[in-house]
T-cell receptor, first 113, second 113 residues
Framework: DQQVKQNSPSLSVQEGRISILNCDYT??????FLWYKKYPAEGPTFLIS?????DKNEDGRFTVFLNKSAKHLSLHIVPSQPGDSAVYFC????????????FGPGTSLSVIP | DTGVSQDPRHKITKRGQNVTFRCDPI?????LYWYRQTLGQGPEFLTY????????KSRLLSDRFSAERPKGSFSTLEIQRTEQGDSAMYLC???????????FGPGTRLTVT
């Protein structure tokens, strides 16, 4: 029973264009959502997060959008750069549960120069 | 402080042997988490500590697995009588209490032959 889904295993984008990574979740108790980026041979690194009281959070080239009614979030990267090539994990946790973060299976992004 | 460190980075063992991994969190972080990641999947929660107290264990953590954090600093994860299905990347992460942002180490890759 996968509570956090990332239905696109991979995505290729031209440098300078927008990358859109999608994530769906099933547990309506999730109240906090995070994106992590992972390079080969390294652990995941935190990228950006959003609380359920917001529908958008922006940090430089990275913007996360949350649609609670659809249980859907997306990560936009504009403009995409070759250094953004990595695996991106969507993750979710409950507002009162700082202990457990549920990760999706990841989307491998390739930014082509 | 250079972040979360894990030792060893790679471990090859024969089925039936015991293995122990170590994690050193970021020094001011009082929460420490263990995850397991297999190919094509995101990190799966195993257990977490607040200081020296183990507060939650996943049902994935069979009785062959034990984790400790004796002085609230570093942690060890031991797997007894390893099985081939235990082959995975074992990730450690740490965070401040009441923060969803977890900082991951590079992982220990276990191969059971």
């Amino acid at each position: 029973d996968q509570q956090v889904k990332q239905n696109s295993p991979s995505l290729s984008v031209q440098e300078g264009r927008i990358s859109i990574l999608n994530c769906d979740y099933t547990n309506s108790m999730f109240d906090y959502f995070l994106w992590y980026k992972k390079y080969p041979a390294e652990g995941p690194t935190f990228l950006i997060s959003i609380s359920s009281i917001k529908d958008k959070n922006e940090d430089g080239r990275f913007t996360v959008f949350l649609n609670k009614s659809a249980k859907h979030l997306s990560l936009h990267i504009v403009p995409s750069q070759p250094g953004d090539s990595a695996v991106y994990f969507c993750a979710a946790s409950g507002e009162t549960s700082y202990d457990k973060v549920i990760f999706g299976p990841g989307t491998s992004l390739s930014v082509i120069p | 402080d250079t972040g979360v460190s894990q030792d060893p980075r790679h471990k090859i063992t024969k089925r039936g042997q015991n293995v122990t991994f170590r994690c050193d969190p970021i020094s001011e972080h009082n929460r420490l988490y263990w995850y397991r990641q297999t190919l094509g999947q995101g990190p799966e929660f195993l257990t977490y500590f607040q200081n020296e107290a183990q507060l939650e264990k996943s049902r994935l953590l069979s009785d062959r697995f034990s984790a400790e954090r004796p002085k609230g600093s570093f942690s060890t994860l031991e797997i007894q009588r390893t099985e081939q299905g235990d082959s995975a990347m074992y990730l450690c992460a740490s965070s401040l209490a009441h923060s969803n942002e977890q900082y991951f180490g590079p992982g220990t890759r276990l191969t059971v032959t």
